[in-house]
């Protein structure tokens, strides 16, 4: 039979079911006879389960935050940047501007109007979120016309009715219509020509 002290070193093992079968037999009989060991046992089974316990409320903590985190990434709207055919823009027969989207899903767009280099020029841009990434596409047909650029979905915003440019431009669409003509002139360098008359 084992002594105290082995057994005592064999108990983690035993907890966690990975000492061998004759050593588990060894030690199960062993403890029914040894007060000292059996108590032993306990506390260690006692530990072995509050140890538990606690990783699985971490485990389950980090999955809450982590889905606090997705869930809100989800929602943050993430400019898309213009590439070449990212959008189209046509003049039907009726004056409508007809704007196509061909960069897949996205959350919504922005629009302004504001004169430019003495012409009505329309600025707009799309963004889009993680989760607008795994949305079925929009149709991504949006309309200028009777003073309103609107994709009929996600947005609509008034617009000059006569309408002679439109440029892709991503930036602030709450400062941008407000800057003095010299600094937003600065400011939409890097516009993209859709569209003009």
């Known amino acids: 039979m084992m002594k105290c002290d082995i057994i005592r070193d064999l108990l983690s093992l035993y907890c966690d079911g990975l000492c061998s079968e004759a ?10 006879q040894c007060q000292e060991c059996r108590a032993c ?12 316990r606690r990783a699985v409320l971490i485990a389950v903590a980090v999955m809450l935050i982590l889905s606090i985190v997705l869930a809100g990434a989800a929602d943050v709207p993430q400019p898309v940047s213009y590439t070449d055919g990212l959008v189209t823009a046509e003049l039907a027969v009726d004056e409508v501007i007809d704007l196509y989207y061909h960069g897949g899903s996205y959350d919504s767009f922005h629009g302004f109007s504001r004169e430019m ?3 009505n020029a329309v600025f707009l841009y799309f963004d889009c979120t993680l ?3 795994v949305m079925p596409d929009r149709e ?5 016309g009777n003073g309103l650029l609107t994709d009929f979905e996600t947005a609509t915003y008034q617009v000059d009715r006569q309408v002679d440019a439109v440029y892709y431009l991503v930036g602030d669409y709450l400062k941008l219509p407000g800057l003095a003509q010299a600094e937003f002139e600065q400011a939409v360098v890097d516009a993209v020509l859709l569209w003009e008359r």
């Not at 050593?23 to 029914?32: P, Y």
């Open 131 to 133: 989760r607008s990434d």
């Open 23 to 32: 050593s588990k037999q060894e030690i199960e009989a062993h403890v029914a």
């Open 140 to 144: 991504g047909h949006l309309c200028i």
């Open 41 to 52: 046992l306990a506390e260690m089974k006692e530990e072995f389960s509050r140890g538990r």
């Open 117 to 119: 280099d003495g012409r």
